[in-house]
């Protein structure tokens, strides 16, 4: 038998979901889920959502987006309240390009405002994108990581707003509007 070349990495390629979020691939295996803490947890019970937006403003479909967060008291797991696992996995709708997880509002971490960390895969995108997702009802003015953003007015791609099912981010990967990124 001969012997293949290994194929060269590029892109996540438009199987990411088989591999990171089965149930969106309609694999019949388990979803890690977006339920970032369980029914009961101590916190207020929110719903984070948005969407991602390439150039042209088109939603993408099938992105992928993982958050991380600390539980209303500001800690993380293990130390975190229990039933808060701090993360969850969403794939983006095939339709609307939406993405949605339920959890309860993180709190401060330090001398940070509460926030969660996002984490974006997508097909033409080579390397994972980090951001954070801000809740426009808090007091952001202190956070040194917002603060780190050099014109003040880029700030503002990073605050989710409050509708009445969700607090809202659109995430725009370049053009008027484009959202912050973090270096890993």
Known sequence: MTELPET?????????????????????????????????????RIRIAGTILDGTGTPLRDALVEAWHADAQGRYPPDAADGFRGWGRAACDPESGEWVFDTIKPGAVGD????????????????????????????????????????????????????????RLTIRLQGDGETVFFDP
């Open 8 to 44: 060269p990495s590029q892109t996540a390629g438009p199987f990411v979901h088989i591999g990171l979020t089965p149930g969106a691939a309609r694999t019949g295996l388990l979803d890690l889920g977006t339920a970032i803490a369980a029914e009961g947890v101590p916190g207020t």
């Open 112 to 167: 940070q405002a509460p926030h969660v960390a996002l984490w974006i895969v997508a097909r033409g995108i080579n390397q994972g994108l980090h951001t954070r997702l801000y809740f426009e009802d808090e007091d952001n003015s202190s956070d040194p990581v917002l603060n780190l953003i050099e014109q003040p007015v880029r700030r503002d791609s990073l605050i989710a707003r409050r509708t009445d099912e969700a607090y």
